[in-house]
């Protein structure tokens, strides 16, 4: 049986029995970079390769150094910013009953220990819920529609903004409490 040199669906050289292009196979199948995993958890799907990153808490140090930031950064900016406030809102009470010094930074590495140790928990029911959402709204293509966010995370900009929209907040109670001092 002789193979074809270039490839029936676009024009590139073959390689014995596929194409190093497109994917397109001599038997008239196509290998995907996506697999199909019929077992697979509707999670398991959205999330893609950070699935077992998330599920086993495997990204410690990320979730210790960003903080309430982790949920814009797979987002969920809302949350994120909610959770940023609350922390600024604890570390506020904390400075003004406290002060600068050690009990303060002893709550910082404790909240963000308590971020550590909660944070995909939180993150996994929140995705959860999305996925029911999603079930709900496209019964017929949900998978098709999990697969496509496949784990993709918030971009930049995304971030910018979130930390934007915080330091308007923050800079806004500040001056609140400044003026509240002097006065």
């Given amino acids: 049986m002789a193979y074809p040199k270039n490839c029936p669906k676009c024009g590139r050289p073959m390689h ?36 077992d990153t998330v599920c086993y808490n495997e990204n410690k140090v990320f979730v210790f150094l960003t903080g309430p930031f982790y949920f814009c950064f797979n987002r969920f ?4 910013i909610c959770a940023a406030i609350g922390d600024f809102l604890l570390y506020a009470l ?14 910082f590495i404790l909240m963000r220990i308590i971020y550590v140790t909660v944070a995909n928990m939180v ?10 959402k999603i079930k709900e709204k496209n019964p017929d293509n ?17 971030l910018v ?15 609140i409490l400044r003026r509240d001092i002097f006065m």
């Fill in 16 to 51: 014995s029995f596929w194409c190093l292009h497109c994917g397109y196979m001599v038997n008239g199948k196509v290998i995907t970079k996506e697999s199909k995993n019929p077992s697979a958890s509707d999670l398991e799907i959205y999330l893609g390769d950070r699935f």
């Fill in 77 to 80: 900016n809302l949350l994120g």
């Fill in 94 to 107: 904390a400075y003004y009953s406290w002060g600068i010094g050690l009990k303060l930074l002893i709550l």
């Fill in 123 to 132: 993150y996994m029911k929140v995705l959860n819920k999305k996925i029911e």
């Fill in 142 to 158: 949900y998978l098709d529609i999990l697969r496509d966010a496949n784990g993709k995370t918030v971009s930049l900009l995304d």
């Fill in 161 to 175: 903004v979130s930390a934007l929209i915080l330091a308007v907040i923050f800079l806004v109670v500040f001056m």
